[in-house]
């Protein structure tokens, strides 16, 4: 079900890709290997420090200032509950957009550009909760496990309650 | 949104600035300066309106508009006298109009009878000035124009004449008639219509969808190819239709996209010589007014044809017309049509009263084409494009102040030409954002000419005798600022006029002029604008105001504020002082909205009253709300800036006196005052300073003038900042307003004091 959502809205999406293909931006957090639609990413930056948000969760990183617009950074780690990331100099903020907003990803590294089937991607299997949550479905790659990120649902739940 | 609503849109704009045009030019006529430019002015903005209304629909608009440019026609060529009355009259028609535009705009429908009596009274001044220019009519239509009495004559000439009735209860009096029949239809299509791209044969389509119809081109006009000039236009067309429903008005608005670039006749052909009389000669003078002129002339038993030709070629100044129609009394006007026709080419004189008729439009349209280009010159800009320019130019500002952070005292020496050249860049920018800021600035005229109509009609309801003065209209702010103002102004206007001015008699009796003066400036006093609302009434009633604070709770039974506190008393939530719930105030909300929509802009509200000599209200607003100047703290490690506007005092911790409240929070005592206390680290739960010598009390005021006293971590530094949404991006985050970009190109979070304190008060509740 999810596999077949993604499918039909990047299929306009994707102008690079074949009819039956598209393409990801890797990154990895740890030893995981995540993906999200190419067209979806606006930019990648290296981490340069956010200024943290109050009353949020432990998740959003804080704001950075992408060239005079406030975009909110979220943490990846820490969303996947993990923990959270001690960023160095080296980690790298993936700027994408969902819907009309703009949101930047804290990620460990950005891998590769990897071309996959739609045929290839699999439902995520049901268990871990956090998984099928902010999972997409999962596609494999040269015998890697990618898994695809649902943007919409990693952004949400944001605000502290209460 | 489609095209149509894209050109309503602008047509709404166009509107609203015609309505300050009118408001304006008759302020100035009011005062004594009648020429003939301000007469013109006005002509115009009330055909623009209509023109558009037209195009539109706006059947009601249309049909007063139209009455009431007749009148001002005949004013402008002085026919009728510029009287007090007739001025008053135009300035209640102008509030009509506006109603109209309303009413039109947000899809209302006002009452049937809405503006009917101006109506009729326009109508009465153009007929009792009719009766002035024909001497011939004798002395059994009034000498002088009355307008009380005019409106009477409708009455009884009404029953008379049968096609008459339809036309007086409705405004578009000729178009709405439901006449049946025949329709004579004379397009003689101008060169200028060929050369906007118009084709004749579209039009008659639509005329065909009118009913059956029958064309006859007339090529009479063909030179023989040697003289033949190619892009002459020497073709025009006759033609008729019938339909039994069809009006004048669905005729006409056939070729309304045309008008001016032609000559149309609509005359409609009766079954017999003297009904057709009659009707044609309202038919064919509907275009400059003069239906209700021609009826009357009618009835008096005065060659109609004659009458209706004289005036309404008279109305377009063309005198030889007036000459051929003078020497042929006894014909009705569509047989003088017919004797006519038959030499038909626009220079020859018989053809010049059709002509005429239709070019009383255009001429104005002429006139108001000169008049936009020698007028101001400017451009009409989707806001959005401009918000673009100005956060461009903050970050140019930012990324230049970030450049010249960035040389130091080594770089300097080293590379003088860099450090002249970003110099140049910070001159530069400024300029940049100066004239930037310039383009999103308006004068408050767009706000202050709504004013002497709220002054009339609370002038009326109250039965006051009040007049507005205005001062320092072209002064200039942003425009975000100027669509914050209307509601406050409008709120402090309507307390002057309900609880400052007092009645005449109570004036006469305390030796002041009988009518109250309300006095409305603006000025620019360093980086803010002071918008002053000033009256000469009885001033604030103290006692009053002490009492109905203390009855309801507004402040402890105990307390004994200052004579400044009381007046200022008056912006608190809830209150009100009159005694009865009136119209127009006194529901216990207004003033409040007055300072809370100042506060949200960053302003704030003084008044100043003295007792029986008046009050005057001081607005302090920023002039613009794309910088905001702010006070930069720390809390914790993370930049935040409070808004400057808000800060009352800051005190160090060290210093200040703390005391403990049974519920375990702390409160700040302030010169006999106890203010609830906040602790932004501990609130935004990060690690503060401990440090007291090094923390910051900042005293802040909220809405209602409740303090709330705000602990940081550190105080760095005034300065301006560009406000930026959060939302955008993200959410609202509770306690934070937005934020901004410092210079070294780190987000800085804005505190939202107001938020703060209401979170506070929920949390106590709670």
């Known amino acids: 079900m999810e596999a077949l959502n993604l499918r039909d809205d990047s299929g306009e999406n994707s102008a690079i890709a074949a009819h039956n293909s598209m393409q990801l931006i890797a990154f990895s957090i740890g030893e995981q290997t995540y993906g999200v639609e190419i067209t979806t990413v606006r930019e990648i930056r290296a981490w340069n420090g956010a200024t943290p948000l109050p009353n949020t969760r432990e998740f959003v990183r804080g704001v950075i200032n992408l060239r005079g617009t406030i975009v909110p950074i979220f943490d990846l780690r820490a969303r996947f509950g993990d923990g959270p990331t001690s960023p160095t100099k080296n980690h790298v903020v993936v700027v994408m957009s969902v819907g009309e907003k703009w949101v930047g990803i804290l990620v460990d590294a950005v891998s590769d550009i990897l071309t996959v089937s739609r045929e290839d991607i699999h439902n995520v299997p049901e268990g871990n909760s956090v998984d099928t949550e902010l999972l997409n479905g999962i596609v494999t790659h040269d015998s890697r496990m990618v898994g695809l990120i649902d943007l919409h649902a990693v952004v949400s739940g944001a605000k502290l309650d209460g | 949104m489609s095209d149509l609503d894209d050109f309503k849109a602008t047509y709404f704009d166009e509107c609203s600035e015609l309505l300050n045009e009118l408001e304006e030019q008759f302020a100035a006529i009011e005062a004594g300066e009648r020429d003939s430019d301000r007469l013109n002015a006005v002509f115009r903005a009330i055909h623009s309106i209509k023109g558009g209304a037209g195009a539109f629909g706006f059947s009601a608009l249309v049909g007063f508009a139209h009455a009431y440019e007749t009148l001002l026609d005949y004013v402008r060529d002085g026919r009728v006298e510029l009287t007090d009355d007739v001025c008053a009259l135009c300035i209640r028609a102008n509030d009509i109009i506006a109603d109209h535009v309303k009413a ?23 007929r009792g000035e009719s009766a002035d220019d024909d001497d011939e009519t004798g002395g059994e239509i009034i000498e002088e124009f009355d307008i009380d009495f005019t409106p009477v004559m409708v009455n009884l000439e009404a029953p008379a004449e049968d096609d008459a009735a339809p036309a007086e209860d409705a405004f578009d009096t000729a178009p709405l008639q439901p006449e049946s029949g025949h329709w004579e239809v004379i397009f003689t299509p101008h060169r200028a219509l060929y050369e906007r791209a118009n084709d004749p044969l579209l039009l008659f389509r639509e005329l065909a969808a009118l009913g059956q119809m029958h064309t006859r081109a007339v090529l009479g006009e063909i030179p023989p190819l040697a003289n033949f000039e190619p892009f002459a236009v020497y073709c025009s067309w006759e033609i008729s239709i019938v339909s039994p429903t069809l009006t004048e008005a669905a005729i006409r608005e056939v070729f309304e996209f045309v008008e001016g670039d032609c000559d149309i006749t609509v005359t409609q052909v009766g079954a017999s010589a003297a009904p057709a009389s009659a009707k044609s000669a309202p038919a064919a003078a509907a275009d400059a007014g003069l239906d209700l002129l021609a009826l009357a002339d009618d009835e008096v038993g005065v060659a109609p044809a004659k009458s209706a030709a004289k005036s309404s070629a008279k109305a377009a100044s063309a005198a ?22 038959p030499p038909p080419k626009p220079a020859a004189p018989p053809r010049a009263k059709p002509t005429a008729l239709a070019a009383a439009a255009p001429a104005a349209d002429g006139e108001e084409h000169a008049g936009r280009a020698v007028g101001v010159q400017s451009i009409r800009v989707d806001l959005d494009k401009v918000d673009r320019v100005v956060n461009m130019v903050g970050e140019l500002v930012i990324t230049q102040s970030m450049l010249t952070q960035q040389m130091d005292e080594t770089l300097r020496a080293r590379y003088t030409e860099l450090v002249r050249g970003l110099e140049v860049l910070a001159q530069t920018t400024r300029g940049l954002q100066d004239s930037v800021m310039a383009i999103r600035a308006q004068p408050v005229k767009s706000v202050f000419s709504r004013m002497p109509r709220l002054v009339r009609e609370l002038a009326t309801k109250t039965g006051k ?16 600022v100027i669509e914050q103002l209307s509601d406050p102004l409008t709120h402090m206007i309507r307390n002057s006029a309900d609880h400052g ?47 109905v604070a203390r009855d309801k709770g507004v402040i402890p039974p105990d307390t004994n504020p200052t004579d400044e506190q009381i007046d200022q008393l008056i912006f608190a939530p809830g209150f009100s002082t009159a005694a009865e719930v009136s119209d127009l105030s006194g529901r216990g909300v207004g003033m409040d909205v007055v300072l809370s929509n100042i506060k949200k802009i960053g302003g704030s509200v003084h008044v100043r009253s003295s007792t029986g000599k008046g009050t005057r209200m001081t607005l302090r607003l920023p002039l613009t709300l794309a910088v905001l100047d702010v006070m930069l703290v720390k809390v914790g490690d993370s930049p935040y800036v409070v808004p400057l506007s808000s800060i009352v005092e800051t005190i160090q911790v060290s210093r200040a006196s703390f005391e403990r409240v049974p519920s375990g929070g702390q409160v700040l005592q302030v010169r006999g005052e106890y203010v609830q206390v906040i602790d932004l680290a501990k609130r935004f739960d990060m690690k503060g300073q401990t440090d007291p010598e090094s923390r910051f009390v900042v005293l802040c005021e909220a809405e209602g003038s409740q303090k709330v006293a705000l602990i940081v971590d550190d105080i760095i530094g005034q300065q301006q900042v560009v406000i930026k949404s959060l939302e955008e991006n993200f959410e609202r985050v509770e306690g934070i307003a937005g934020g901004t970009i410092l210079g070294d190109g780190n987000v800085a979070l804005i505190v939202d004091v107001q938020g703060l304190k209401t979170q506070l008060i929920h949390k106590n509740a709670a």
Request: avoid cysteine; aromatic fraction near 4%.
């Open chain 2, 320 to 341: 030889s017309a007036q000459d051929k129609f003078e020497e042929a009394p006894g014909l009705s006007f569509s047989e003088l049509a017919e004797t006519m026709a």
């Open chain 2, 501 to 547: 001015i007092e009645q005449p008699e109570v004036r006469l009796g305390r030796g002041k002029s009988e009518t109250g003066t309300i006095r409305l400036s603006a000025e620019q006093a360093g980086g803010n604008i002071l918008i002053i609302v000033e009256d000469d009434g009885g001033g604030i009633n103290r006692e009053r105001v002490l009492q």
């Open chain 2, 104 to 126: 039109a705009q947000s899809g209302d429908v006002l009452a049937a009878d809405y503006g009917m009596e101006e109506k009729e009274r326009f109508d009465a001044l153009a």
């Open chain 2, 465 to 480: 005798k009040i007049k507005l003065e205005t001062i320092g209209e072209n002064t200039e702010i942003d425009k975000t």
